[in-house]
């Protein structure tokens, strides 16, 4: 359980960047 759970943070994480870096574009393209 403990495992999964700190491949889960991990996981979430990497998407959390990922998912930034995307609306950062999107906001450049936007108002840029």
Do not use: H, N, P
């Not at 359980?1 to 491949?7: A, F, L, V």
């Not at 889960?8 to 960047?17: E, K, P, Q, S």
Request: no cysteine; aromatic share 18%.
């Amino acid at each position: 359980m403990s495992e999964q759970k700190t491949i889960g943070v991990l996981f979430i994480d990497r998407f959390a960047d990922w998912e930034y870096g995307l609306l950062a574009a999107s906001a450049v393209e936007w108002f840029g």
